[in-house]
């Protein structure tokens, strides 16, 4: 694939529209990658056509982190409030689903990430300081991070769905290196807080075939279970992960060493 066909295929932009929903659907997993960002108004989550559902969540689940100002989140009645990097995990069989922003001059940008399930689990709101915390790489290796995990076996219960997110220190810009496959399931990456003007250079593919994206903010990236994901940036910034398929298990990784990577 060339620089255009792989953009086209894995790299999903423009998530974060004034006043509306993005919806994308992948067939990797059945995945839907999404982005909303609400101004005055509500914004709805549609019952889209392809679903050939009565409403968007008779069959799935929904991950919802904001990555925006604060924000509300109105689930059949129920109003959930959201900070920045807080989440809402919606259960499969709720009805309506709406997002709002509290002051639409510091707009929510709630990032969305659903996949199908087969069974209902309720729905949970987990701030960012309650989530689960583990600290990965070094200063001398550029990749010191934070990861905070929210939707997992140990955190909020999903059907498949396991979500949480990873914050660079300053100064470091490695992310998943060594990197990793796992062919149980797929992943998307979502990048956020890349300042303006800096870029992510993602990397893909298998790990003796691998390609770069470059991914500007708020852009996501669908790797397929048989790619790597890691990137590397011109500054540091964060990303949401999440992941769905055969696997429940955070730690279900294939480890690649930088000796086998190509
Ligand atoms: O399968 C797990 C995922 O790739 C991420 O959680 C890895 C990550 O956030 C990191 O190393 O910074
Ligand atoms: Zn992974």
């Known amino acids: 694939m060339n620089t255009q066909a792989l953009r086209t295929n894995f790299l999903v932009q423009d998530l974060m529209r004034d006043n509306a929903i993005a919806l994308v659907y992948s067939h990797y997993d059945r995945v839907i990658v999404g982005g909303t960002k609400p101004g005055t108004q509500p914004i709805t989550l549609p019952n889209e056509p392809e679903l050939r559902a009565s409403y968007f969540l008779e069959r799935r689940e929904l991950g919802v982190i904001n ?3 604060r924000g509300q989140v109105v689930a059949d009645g129920q109003t959930y409030v959201l900070n920045k990097l807080d989440c809402l995990y919606i259960g499969k ?3 309506s689903v709406s997002f709002a922003s509290t002051d639409p001059q510091q707009p929510a940008c709630f990032y969305l990430l659903s996949a199908s399930a087969h069974q209902a689990y309720p729905t949970t709101l987990l701030k960012k300081e309650e989530a689960a915390r583990s600290s990965m790489g070094s200063q001398e290796t550029a990749n ?6 929210y939707i997992h076996a140990e955190g909020i219960q999903s059907a498949q769905l396991v979500m949480g997110l990873t914050i660079l220190e300053k100064g470091s810009v490695w992310n998943t290196m060594p990197a990793h496959t796992h062919t149980r399931r797929m992943e998307a990456y979502f990048y956020f807080d890349i300042p303006d003007s800096q870029r992510v250079f993602h990397l893909m593919g298998e790990p003796q075939q ?3 994206i470059v991914v500007n903010n708020h852009e996501a990236i669908i790797s397929p279970p048989w790619s790597i994901h890691s990137g ?3 500054s540091s910034y964060g990303f949401i992960w999440g992941m769905a398929g055969e ?5 279900d ?3 690649v060493s930088l000796n086998e990577l190509l």
């Open 253 to 255: 990784m294939d480890a």
């Open 67 to 69: 990555v925006g100002g």
């Open 210 to 212: 691998t390609r770069h």
């Open 144 to 149: 010191q991070r934070t990861i905070y995990k």
């Open 247 to 251: 696997n429940y298990t955070y730690t």
């Open 93 to 95: 069989g709720v009805q």
């Open 232 to 234: 590397c940036g011109t």
